[in-house]
């Protein structure tokens, strides 16, 4: 396992400047007289170097090229691609709202993502182009909640979102981001709590239904044609993950009387459904790794996000990375060789790692016990709210 590491020493030596002001600034204040009663209240400096000093890692670009972080300054959030060769920040971004909703294009030289102006909780959509190093307002409706997630199709061609309402029920609107002057299509009656992704070829969108959350909706969106598959009447199905060779999609789901989600296999045609885990707790976020012969899953328990790695022959899993804390897989390079995990570890700061997949089995790298010798993205020793 590789932690990714940007401008560490040049990093560290800002922050101890500004720590080591700040440490002058505590110790003056305890100069003052015990019978000093009025609050001590930071000047414009020392809120700037406890907002700023930590950048936090987001993502890597889908071919693991680039890395996304995000910064909160005084008044405004910075988002910056780092190109991870040289080291380099390629392009910023900085608004006095903060970039929600993330979300990477394939060729990993644009990034979609979210924003309500002012807190009003009416998120437009923009692009941020990394060539240009500007971001631009798409000509798209705006939507109540950055919560769900952004869904580019495979080619970049097209991007979906759900528009969100009221009620519990809501619809997809897919942009053509060839041709951005056509209105944006619309898929209704979609469960608002559930995932949505798009098929290998870009044709099809699969989510869960709105009328019953324990039922896959399929939609052509070249010919309009809609069809259901049932997972399990009156459940509830989470995440979705379409295989590559589009013939089936793996998806979290509880079923009716179970206590916990776990992953299936739903095979489209025939449609036949297949359990491919099971776990004393909930599982969640599944991936597939390019060849379509194993998978990731996250399985939560005791308070600890775990990712595992999966095969359809039945092989056991095995556990990637660290035995405890939060630890999400965010993407697989298209190789299969590696995977980005964004980890928090109990008692270490959030980083990035990357994880060795090219030798599996027993010798499958993970953390060690003591990550002492790793060297962090960032040092992440908070987060802000609507990051």
């Known amino acids: 396992m590789v932690v990714i590491q940007i401008r560490g020493r040049l990093f560290l030596q800002r922050i101890g400047v500004r720590l080591a002001l700040l440490a002058s600034l505590l110790a003056l204040s305890g100069c003052q007289k015990k019978t000093e009663t009025a609050p001590i209240i930071p000047n414009q400096e020392v809120q700037t170097v406890l907002l700023s000093q930590y950048p936090m890692a987001v993502s890597v670009s889908p071919t693991g090229e680039h890395l996304l ?60 182009e990394l060539e240009s190093g500007k971001r631009r307002r798409l000509n798209a409706p705006l939507t109540r909640s950055a919560a769900p997630p ?131 707790g909930d599982v969640s976020s599944p991936l597939w790794l390019p060849k379509g012969e194993s998978f990731i899953y996250h399985l939560n328990q005791d308070g600890n996000l775990l990712p595992q790695l999966g095969f359809r022959d039945g092989s056991p899993s095995r556990m990637l ?23 928090k570890p109990t008692a270490i700061p959030p980083s990035l790692y990357e994880i060795n997949l090219a030798v599996l089995g027993d010798k499958l790298p993970r953390v060690p016990r003591s990550a002492r010798q790793h060297q962090t993205v960032c040092h992440c020793g908070t987060s802000w709210p609507g990051w």
Do not use: C
């Open 150 to 280: 952004l869904r580019w199709s495979p080619t970049g061609d097209r991007l979906a979102y759900f528009q969100t309402s009221e009620s519990t029920d809501g619809k997809i609107l897919v942009l053509d981001m060839v041709n951005e002057s056509l209105p944006p299509r619309a898929v209704n009656s979609l469960a608002l709590a559930g995932d949505f992704i798009w098929s290998p070829n870009g044709q099809q969108i699969a989510a869960v239904s709105a009328a019953d959350n324990g039922t896959v909706v399929v939609v052509n969106l070249e010919t309009s044609d809609r069809r259901t598959f049932v997972v399990s009447a009156g459940g509830k199905i989470r995440h979705l993950a379409w295989a590559p060779n589009g013939r089936s999609i793996l998806l979290s789901a509880r079923r009716n009387g179970d206590e916990y989600y776990q992953l299936f296999e739903l095979e489209l045609e025939p449609s036949r459904l297949t359990q491919r885990a099971t776990h004393g």
């Open 69 to 128: 972080l995000k910064t909160r300054h005084l008044h405004d959030f910075e988002i910056f691609v780092v190109d991870r060769a040289s080291q380099k920040v390629m392009a910023s971004d900085r608004s006095s709202d903060t970039q929600l909703s993330l979300t990477w294009r394939p060729d990993g030289k644009a990034i979609a993502f979210q924003e309500s102006r002012g807190g009003n909780r009416e998120f437009a959509l923009f692009l941020f």
């Open 321 to 343: 990375g660290f035995t405890s804390g939060v630890n999400q897989v965010q993407t697989v390079t298209p190789d299969g060789n590696a995977a980005f995990m964004l980890a």
